[in-house]
Structures are given as structure tokens and as C-alpha cells.
């Protein structure tokens, strides 16, 4: 069986410096220019780099830079979609610890007029050793800045040869926050004032948000696949039937990268913090909603829970009654959201082991759940019981029984103890509830204080240490509903 190699060079000018050849942008962004070039005209190739130490695996240069996604997952009507696409945008890959020249000298493309980045969430960071003189700098920013310069310089400032900057790592305003780290190297660096000042006028930093799940390279399954294709590639990557990509930037970018008409789920917004919030709380909060509560029912996996009924009208009655009403955009919309978000969660072909989800959890309840519960309260002057309850399921996870337990040494060793003053009758319930609401650390301030919500979360304790989750669930009037509808 012969490899996947492309046929003939391709004729694209360069369009697209790519930081990162990781599974999630060839399986997020080279997906979206692909399909962008085939149906949109937008006539652009792809240069991805890549400078993590120790990465000796072989570049997309052996396939002549061309790959196969593997689309699957639920559709808009919950039937299973497998989908194979080759992407042919990718123009090469270069290792810039071997060759740092041709990466400079991509800054002297002419058409290049988009930088995309998935570093992690570390990457966007800032230090006080890169050099410019270094080939290359360790840091991302410090390489960025490298490559801005010279871009700067070869071009003399031109307005029309500044560039879009669309960082996907998972940090808040990940745009601002990699400005300001271009602007820390080119001050450190003593650069010349007209580089910054045509960094002001002519490059866009723009925030995004990214959604999709991209697991990776399916090892397990290649030898079926491959026999399906009908030839090997070991780039293969697989990714989720749903993708979000939004953007916060000027609206020349939809022209630029011709939007208009491409029914792609890629949105251009002035402000991107509604959307953030509606991912934490429905995505991210619902995971973190299901968790416990399915642990604790025995199941093992985010499959499974959707398979049971009751603990997915849990959830659904959650997001519907009490986290949908408390984020900052339509219904409408919210609604057909958390429906994606269920058909994502049913996806047969991606196995969430609930376990490994729970890692952390009191960092992520904090992030995603409990300003949903405060908002909730605040508007309704009513606590939402649901949430409750998961929070009171999450407690009981920390008991140790139901997983091996993974989390910020002060939190296991809080409910260590916790659990033992419990048992010997040192507490009751309502102590429980109410020391671990008062931890300011873990909530940004004293929730003890919230009218009702010792005593409901206490109940809650008690109800599940009596009477198991399941009847729990039935008895304490959170579930309505065991079909998964949202409207």
C-alpha cells in the first residue's frame, strides 16, 4: 500500500505562518483554510513551524505536506457522520531548530498576511533571557517578535504588509496578552520606535475562541482506515463533527479571509466574552455539572451517562432551568448551543473517561458552575437546586470512595480531614457545608453567607450519604424531564 503523497507543488502564494504542528490546528485551522480554498477562492497555503525541543518525529515534508482529517461525530439531526478530507493547504513544515533561515525568511513573503498559534496556554508568557541574536529564541512571543521585525524591516513598514495574529491558546484575551508580550521583546531589545508604531497601526492581535475536540492520531483503528483509503498515512488525524472558531477583530478580516459565504461556523464578533461565557458555562460547566453525579451513579464514561436516563435529564433540566437563564446572550441561541453540546457529549466515536474529567475539579467547580449558582440566586433570589446538588455530589466525590482522587494538595487534604470530623461526630452537616463555603481562596470570597445556601447544601450531603444519588435525584424534585430536549 502505497503512502499519501502529494502530487505536484502547490501554486498557492504563502498566506498562512502557522506556530505549531500539533493535532488540533491540523485538525481546526488547516481543516477551515482547506475548505476555505476549495469553496471560497481563498487561494492560501500554509506554513507550519515547529520548535519544541526533543521533537524528533518526522516533518509533514515526507507526505509533501499533505494529510487526511477524520471527521467524526452526531450531525445537526444526531445521525453519525464520518467524513475523510485531505488537506492539501499546507505548503511544508520547518523545524527551526535545523533551519532557522527559511523561517526568517518567510517574513519576506509578500502575500503572508495571517499568523495562527496553539502553544498551550504557557506559551503566551513573556522572559527576561531571550536575545535577539538567538536561533531562535526559546519563548514564542520572543521567535514572533523575531519574525515581526524582520517582516518590519524588509518591507520598510508598509501598512498593507502588517498581519492578523489569531492565537487559539486557552487563555483569556490570548490576543492583548501576546501583544504585550511582542511589545516587552521589542523594548527589551531596544527596537527601533517605528517597529511598534507599525505594530499599532498595521498588525491585528485578535482574541479567539476555539471549539473542537481533536483527538489526534486514532493508532488503534489505522490498519482498518487505511484499508478504507486505500493508501497509509500516518498524519491522519481525527476530530469531533462540531467546530466554533470566533474571532474579535476589525470586520476587513471576513474579506480577507472570505467569510461571507462560507456557511463555516466561523464568526467575526466585536466582543467575544459572551461567547466565552456561554462555552464555560454550557460546554465546560455542563462536564463539570455531569461528573459527579455520574461517578457516583457508577458510570464510567461521558457516554455512558448519556445513555442513562436519568442522569442525563439531570443535566438537560440543569442547562435549561438554571445555567442557560444566567449567560448573557439570547435563548435561542444558548439553547441551540447546549443541543450541540449533548450531541457532543453522545458522540459515539470519543471515549471521556469521567474519571480523568474530575481532575481538579474544585478549580474548574469554581470557574464554571458556582457564578451560574450566585448569578442564578441573585437574579431569582432563589437557589438553583440542581447546582446545588452537584456541588454537594462533588463533595462527596472527595470522599474518596467512588475515584482516585487528583486535585491541589490543600483540597484532598481539607476533605481528609474533613470527612474524618464528619464520621466521628466532631461535625454535623451544616459544618461541612458551611467550612467549605467559607473558603475564600477557592471562591474569591465567604459563600456561607449566601442566604439558604449552608443549609440546602447540607440537605443535599445528607440526602446522598442516606439515600445514594440515584433516589436522591428522584426524591429531590431537580430532575423534570428525562428526554434530551432543551426546547
Given at each position: ?8 507543488p502547490?501554486?498557492r502564494?504563502?498566506?498562512v505562518l502557522?506556530f ?7 485538525g ?8 476555505l480554498?476549495e469553496t471560497?477562492?481563498l487561494n ?6 515547529r520548535?519544541?525541543a526533543?521533537n524528533?518525529a ?8 499533505v494529510?487526511t ?10 445521525a453519525?457522520?464520518?467524513q475523510?478530507?485531505?488537506i492539501q493547504?499546507v ?5 527551526l ?9 518567510s517574513?519576506h513573503?509578500?502575500a503572508?498576511?495571517f499568523?495562527?498559534s496553539?502553544t498551550t496556554?504557557a506559551?503566551i508568557?513573556?522572559?527576561?533571557v531571550d536575545?535577539?541574536e538567538?536561533?531562535?529564541p ?17 518591507f520598510?513598514?508598509?501598512p498593507?504588509?502588517?498581519v492578523?495574529?489569531l ?5 483569556d484575551?490570548?490576543?492583548p ?5 511582542v511589545?516587552?521583546?521589542a523594548?527589551r531589545?531596544?527596537l ?5 508604531d507599525w505594530?499599532?497601526?498595521?498588525c491585528?492581535?485578535?482574541?479567539t475562541?476555539v471549539?473542537?475536540i481533536v483527538?489526534g492520531h ?5 490498519a482498518a ?5 486505500g493508501?497509509?498515512d500516518?498524519?491522519l488525524?481525527?476530530?469531533?463533527y462540531?467546530n466554533l472558531?470566533?474571532i474579535?477583530g476589525?470586520?476587513a478580516?471576513?474579506?480577507e479571509?472570505k ?19 456561554r462555552?464555560?458555562?454550557i460546554?465546560n460547566?455542563?462536564h ?9 451513579a457508577g458510570?464510567?464514561s ?7 436516563e436519568?442522569v442525563?435529564?439531570f443535566?438537560v433540566d440543569?442547562?435549561r432551568?438554571?445555567v442557560?437563564?444566567t449567560?448573557?446572550l439570547p435563548?435561542?441561541?444558548l439553547?441551540s ?5 449533548l450531541?457532543?457529549f453522545?458522540?459515539?466515536?470519543i471515549?471521556h473517561r ?9 478549580s ?6 458556582m457564578?451560574q449558582?450566585?448569578r442564578?440566586?441573585?437574579q431569582?433570589q432563589a437557589?438553583?437546586?440542581r447546582?446545588?446538588l ?7 466525590l ?7 482522587l487528583k486535585?491541589?494538595s490543600?483540597?484532598?487534604?481539607w476533605?481528609?480531614?474533613?470527612w474524618?470530623h464528619?464520621e466521628?461526630g ?10 467549605w463555603?467559607e ?6 470570597r ?15 450531603l445528607?440526602?446522598i ?5 440515584r ?5 429531590s424534585?431537580?430532575l423534570t424531564t428525562?428526554t434530551?430536549?432543551?426546547?
Amino acid at each position: 500500500m502505497q503512502q499519501l503523497h502529494r502530487a505536484q507543488p502547490s501554486q498557492r502564494p504563502l498566506r498562512v505562518l502557522q506556530f505549531g504542528g500539533g493535532n488540533f490546528l491540523r485538525g481546526f485551522f488547516d481543516w477551515y483554510v482547506d475548505i476555505l480554498n476549495e469553496t471560497q477562492g481563498l487561494n492560501a497555503d500554509v506554513l507550519v513551524l515547529r520548535s519544541t525541543a526533543g521533537n524528533d518525529a518526522p516533518l509533514l515534508d515526507t507526505q509533501g505536506g499533505v494529510y487526511t482529517t477524520l471527521v467524526r461525530g452526531l450531525n445537526e439531526a444526531g445521525a453519525p457522520v464520518k467524513q475523510f478530507r485531505q488537506i492539501q493547504c499546507v505548503r511544508g513544515e520547518v523545524d527551526l531548530r535545523k533551519d532557522f533561515d527559511a523561517f526568517i525568511a518567510s517574513a519576506h513573503e509578500p502575500a503572508l498576511r495571517f499568523i495562527v498559534s496553539n502553544t498551550t496556554e504557557a506559551g503566551i508568557a513573556a522572559n527576561e533571557v531571550d536575545a535577539y541574536e538567538d536561533r531562535p529564541p526559546a519563548s514564542f512571543p520572543a521567535k514572533l517578535t523575531r519574525w515581526l521585525h524582520e517582516r518590519y524591516r524588509a518591507f520598510n513598514g508598509q501598512p498593507d504588509k502588517g498581519v492578523y495574529v489569531l492565537p487559539c491558546e486557552l487563555i483569556d484575551d490570548n490576543g492583548p496578552a501576546l501583544k504585550r508580550c511582542v511589545l516587552h521583546f521589542a523594548q527589551r531589545w531596544n527596537l527601533e520606535p517605528g517597529f511598534t508604531d507599525w505594530l499599532d497601526r498595521s498588525c491585528f492581535f485578535c482574541s479567539t475562541l476555539v471549539d473542537r475536540i481533536v483527538p489526534g492520531h486514532p493508532a488503534a483503528e489505522m490498519a482498518a482506515l487505511e484499508n478504507e483509503l486505500g493508501y497509509r498515512d500516518p498524519f491522519l488525524v481525527a476530530a469531533e463533527y462540531f467546530n466554533l472558531f470566533v474571532i474579535q477583530g476589525p470586520a476587513a478580516l471576513a474579506q480577507e479571509l472570505k467569510l461571507q459565504h462560507s456557511g463555516l461556523h466561523i464568526n467575526l464578533v466585536e466582543d467575544i466574552k459572551p461567547f466565552k461565557l456561554r462555552k464555560v458555562g454550557i460546554l465546560n460547566g455542563g462536564h463539570t455539572l455531569l461528573v459527579p453525579i455520574a461517578l457516583l451513579a457508577g458510570l464510567e464514561s461521558v457516554g455512558a451517562a448519556m445513555n442513562d436516563e436519568l442522569v442525563t435529564g439531570f443535566l438537560v433540566d440543569a442547562l435549561r432551568e438554571e445555567v442557560i437563564p444566567t449567560l448573557p446572550l439570547p435563548a435561542s441561541e444558548l439553547q441551540s448551543f447546549a443541543a450541540d453540546v449533548l450531541r457532543r457529549f453522545s458522540n459515539p466515536f470519543i471515549h471521556h473517561r469521567l474519571e480523568s474529567i474530575a481532575l481538579n475539579s474544585w478549580s474548574k467547580f469554581a470557574v464554571r458552575v458556582m457564578p451560574q449558582l450566585l448569578r442564578y440566586q441573585e437574579q431569582e433570589q432563589a437557589l438553583p437546586k440542581r447546582l446545588v446538588l452537584a456541588l454537594a455530589a462533588t463533595m462527596h466525590l472527595y470522599r474518596g470512595r467512588a475515584i482516585t482522587l487528583k486535585d491541589d494538595s490543600r483540597h484532598l487534604e481539607w476533605f481528609a480531614g474533613a470527612w474524618s470530623h464528619l464520621e466521628e461526630g466532631r461535625w454535623n452537616w451544616a459544618d461541612l457545608a458551611g467550612r467549605w463555603l467559607e473558603n475564600a481562596d477557592l471562591w474569591g470570597r465567604d459563600l456561607s453567607a449566601v442566604p439558604g445556601l449552608v443549609d440546602a447544601l447540607a440537605a443535599d450531603l445528607e440526602a446522598i450519604e442516606k439515600n445514594g444519588i440515584r433516589r436522591t435525584l428522584e426524591r429531590s424534585g431537580a430532575l423534570t424531564t428525562r428526554t434530551p430536549a432543551l426546547t
